[in-house]
Nanobody, 123 residues
């Protein structure tokens, strides 16, 4: 059974940092893409970052490029999102997602989703 469990969300002041974690289990990782998405109240879910499990190729939304870093620990089956220089507009529920066949930025291309973790940035 595929399971993605996020953790690490919370309340932080603007300019601060948080690290989100995603524990992944139940899927084969040989050719998978893992991604982070976010959804703010009243808005559609949007792409944040993705990483290819095997090679570690990364891809970022322009809005977070240079501030966020996605990484994975293959030994622990973990994916991380290091978020620095946080802004109030980064406030959202953040979701970890997985798909077969490399990285992608479309929400609809992901097969599995976690339950989400809330990130709130106060200005």
């Amino acid at each position: 059974q595929v399971q993605l469990v996020e953790s690490g969300g919370g309340l932080v002041q603007a300019g601060g940092s948080l690290r989100l974690s995603c524990a992944a289990s139940g899927i084969t990782f040989s050719n998978n893409g893992l991604g982070w998405f976010r959804q703010a109240p009243g808005k559609e879910r949007e792409f944040v970052a993705a990483i290819s499990w095997n090679v570690g190729t990364t891809y970022y939304a322009d809005s977070v490029k240079g501030r966020f870093t996605i990484s994975r620990d293959k030994a622990k089956n973990m994916v991380y999102l290091q978020m620095n220089s946080l802004k109030s507009e980064d406030t959202a529920v953040y979701y970890c997602a997985a798909r077969y066949g490399g990285i992608h930025s479309y929400v609809s291309s992901y097969d599995y989703w976690g339950q989400g973790t809330q990130v709130t940035v106060s200005s």
